[in-house]
Structures are given as C-alpha cells and as structure tokens.
C-alpha cells in the first residue's frame, strides 16, 4: 500500500469542511484531536457537541423554534 | 449461514418449499400474477419475508436449503422478479413523480435531507423509550444493521470513475478502516451481544415487521439491479445525510438508560461517521455519479426519496407499536390518578 502523498480539503457549502489525509486537527488553544479517519469533517458552524468534529448540527440550525411536545397531542380513541 | 425462517403466508411459504424442494426434483415458486395482487406489499410480512429469502440467497444464504446453487435457481429468480416488479411499483406510488430542478443533483439531495424529519422515533428513544423499548429498536433494527453496508457493495462494480472510488473511501470505513473489529456490523453484534441478545440475524429475521424488511429489501432491489444503481446511491446518500442526528439522540437515549458502552460505542461511532460520510455520499458519490451519468439525475433522486419514505414508514409501524402497548398502562395511570 502507498502512503498517502496528499491532504486535500472540500469546502460544503453550509457544511463542514471534508479533509482526507488529516492526522491531527489542533485548536487555537493548543488542544489536539487526533484521528484514524480516511476522511474526517471538521466543524465550521461551532455549533457541534463534538468539536472539532462535525456531528451535523448544522443541520438542526433551521429549526428555531421548540419541537412540539408529544404530550399535546390529542390521545385520539382513548378520550372519552 | 443462517437457516430458512419460518414461513407466515402463503408467498413465504412457497419460496420456502422451493428452497427445501431437492435440486433436481419439482418445484414451484411465488410468483403473484400481476402488480397489485398483494394490496400493501410494504408493509405485507408474508411478501416482505418472501422477497427477503430470496433476496438472501444474494448474501448470506441459508445452511438448510436443498440446493446449494439455490442462488441462481432461474425459478426462483424469475419469482424474484415478480415480486421486485410489485415492490418497485408500490415504492414508486408512495414518492410520486421526481425531478431534479436545473438536474442540480447535489442541491436537490441537501434539500430532500434537510427538510425530512424523520426524528419522530429518535426522539422518542432518546427521551421516552424505556429499557425493553430501547431493547425491541436494537432488535428490529438487526435485521438490517448485522448486515450493514453489503447492499450499497454490489453497486461497486456499477458505477465507474470517481464516484467507484468515493463509494470504496466510504464502505472502507464502514467495514472498519482495516481493523476487522471497527466493523459497523461487528460494533453492532457487540452492542447487542452485552445486553445478553442473540447476534443470528435469523432470531431478528424470525420477528421483524414487513415494514422493517422492505426499509432492507429495498437496499437489496436498488443494489442488485444495475438499472436502479443510481437510486441506490441516491438511498445511500439520504441514508446517510439523516443518520447522524438521530443516532446523537438515540445516543442520548443509551445513556439515559445507563445501557452497556459496547452500544453507546456503536452510536457514537456513527455521529461521527455519518457526518462524513454524509457528504462522501451525496457530493463525492451522487455528484460525480451525475456528472458522469446526467440521465441518472432523477433516478438518483428517486432513490432518495424512497429511502425516506420506506424508512418512515418502518419507524412510524415501530412509533405505533409501542404507542399502542402503552396505552392501556397509561391509561391505568390516568384512572389511578383520575380517581
């Protein structure tokens, strides 16, 4: 097997960013996450529980409001 | 291997005599005479676990079959695509027409994945669902998890350039980077291994919902049928863009429930993965596969349109499930505190 020759990044528009060929992400507080990953998407929207990482949070960033709780629902046949 | 299920229907049944029939000797199979015999083959058990076996034959296989060719049987694989014949066609009248504006592959799949909320059971797992609840998840999801990943394999060969290989970079890190114990269907069979259940997928196959297996045959139809690859990478990439939030709640659900690590580790390791391969899918895989192949588009989309459809309808069959053995419990509850 040949060893990787070439660290590349992908730009995902209101994503992460894709990079294949990290060993390392260091944070500006000199903090290190290390990884085994081929490719690993580092988080750009701070909003991840695992930072650096990206754990799709972004995704949730649309919806502003509270779901609605599921006890408001009415129970249907059993209200009588 | 694992052996033959039981059959619970008149289609089950026969594909299961034909795969105890001796090789050489007489048999005949399932084959329903024209789409729409079965009325809701989606959530029909009897057609879902016949298509199953057959498409198991693919995989696994089984240990108890008469034959061990059994797999290119040309019987059963006319009755094969029967039954894929009505499948398909009840998949295709629950998305509805597709077509991908501006053939923009990549904007339409982001924007199918984001605005499906299909949550509704990772919520209920991470914030409800007691112990034996949590436990019946692990147990239906099996069916396809102990197998995860071997559909979307058979696409390989199908597709070409760069999508091949954005398809090879995810599946490698789905069978675990070259350490065989980093195997998604390994963490998975460990996850269910500490809690004391069975890892044989015929335990799980032997109970799952008809809707549990048409979410998996569905993998099978887009990954065996050279015709469909598209929609297959297309599921992939829906699969995958709307795995990594609920596997998070259903992490926090584990947690809750103080359940064994080795299946917190599973989940977590997904939150991770997914939001990789996320974008692996949609952009590396489908974007590419669409370049190369525009006619693909609306294919591509289609697949990932089924995908939330089918795999809905699988969570909300489980939702009701549970819903409906609560009731009667919460029912005494609100009685008791009533009077």
């Known amino acids: 097997m040949t060893r990787k020759q070439r660290v590349t990044v992908i730009d995902c528009p209101r994503g992460p960013l894709l990079v294949r060929g990290a060993d390392e992400v260091v944070g500006f507080d000199g903090t290190t996450a290390e990884t085994n990953r081929a490719v690993v998407a580092v988080c750009r929207c701070g909003r991840s529980e695992r930072l650096p990482w990206c754990d799709d949070s972004h995704r949730a960033r649309r919806r502003r409001r509270p779901p609605p709780k599921t006890k408001e629902e009415p129970a249907e046949e059993e209200q009588d | 291997m694992i052996r033959i299920p039981e059959p619970c229907g008149p289609l089950s049944e026969r594909v299961v005599n034909a795969l105890r029939a001796e090789p050489d000797g007489p048999h005949s199979v399932p084959e329903p005479r024209a789409v729409g015999d079965v009325p809701y083959p989606l959530t029909d058990r009897d057609f879902q676990l016949a298509l199953w076996m057959l498409y198991e034959l693919h995989y696994g296989g089984f240990e108890d079959a008469a034959d061990p060719d059994a797999e290119w049987d040309p019987l059963l694989i006319v009755s094969r695509a029967a039954l894929e014949r009505t499948f398909e066609h009840a998949v295709r009248e629950l998305v509805g027409p597709v077509s991908v504006p501006d053939g923009d592959i990549v ?74 114990d980093r195997l998604h269907q390994r963490l ?136 409906s053995s609560r009731a009667p419990r919460e029912r005494r509850q609100h009685d008791r505190a009533a009077g």
């Open chain 2, 107 to 180: 904007r339409a799949l982001t924007k199918v994945t984001m605005t499906s909320d299909g949550s509704e059971l990772a919520t209920f797992l991470q914030r409800r669902a007691t112990r034996d609840e949590l436990r019946s998840y692990l147990a239906e999801r099996a069916v396809y998890h102990l197998r995860e990943s071997d559909p979307q394999s058979f696409v390989l060969p199908r597709i070409g350039g760069a999508a091949k290989t954005a398809l090879a970079e995810l599946q490698y890190d789905e069978y675990g980077s070259g350490a065989p």
């Open chain 2, 188 to 323: 998975y069979a460990d996850a269910l291994a500490s809690l004391g259940m069975p890892i044989d997928l015929s335990t799980y196959v032997a109970e799952a919902e008809g809707a549990t297996l048409a979410s998996v045959n569905l993998m099978s139809l887009f990954a065996l049928n050279r015709r469909l690859r598209g929609a297959a990478m297309g599921h992939l990439a829906a699969f995958e863009a709307t795995s990594a939030l609920p596997c998070g709640r259903i992490l926090r659900g584990v947690r809750r429930l103080r359940l064994p690590d080795a299946v917190a580790d599973y989940y977590d390791e997904h939150v991770e993965a997914d939001a990789v391969h996320e974008q692996l899918a949609i952009r590396g895989i489908c974007g590419t596969l669409v370049e190369d192949e525009p006619d693909l588009a609306d294919n591509v989309l289609f697949g990932a349109l089924a995908c939330l459809a089918v795999d809905g309808l699988a969570g909300d069959v489980l939702l009701e499930r549970w819903r």
